[in-house]
């Protein structure tokens, strides 16, 4: 499943606006793409799978930050917390947008955020194994194929189902 993880974000790299329009319905101006530098250095070094700057359709940029998860982690809210922080620092002044991808084969049990006292913390969580690889598929484009790699395929077969 590791492989599968390094692959995604690779492949979703070159793939964010594409990522963005069939799998996250984020209405986006489809032409514009920037990639962003995600390394951040403290006294650990930390990197965010993908972060990207997109527009959207009335031409407003915005920050899309996805984390690609292949397993459930409980500090999931408070590392993708300590992204949206580093994002923020990174590129002040743009709003950010956040999700996390889970492909792990076991059930999703992660939370998409966390209260404390005196604030709110949320972000997007898609749920790879319930997300059926024939929506990709339908959208009939070679990006939407790629993408569908990363659907549960069930029993299928994905060389034949793709």
Known sequence: MADKDIVSKKIIGKLAAHLAIHLLDLPIDPDFQEAMGTEHQRVEDRRADLVVKL???D???FLLHIEIQNNNDDRMP???MRYL???LLAYPGLPVRQYLIYIG???LNM???FEGPGFHYRYDLVDMRTLGCEYLIKKDTPEALVLSILCDFGDRDPQEVV
């Open 105 to 107: 084969a076991e059930k």
């Open 55 to 57: 527009r959207d359709p």
């Open 111 to 113: 939370s998409a955020g």
């Open 59 to 61: 031409g407003a940029p």
């Open 78 to 80: 408070a590392r993708m």
């Open 85 to 87: 922080t580093d994002v």
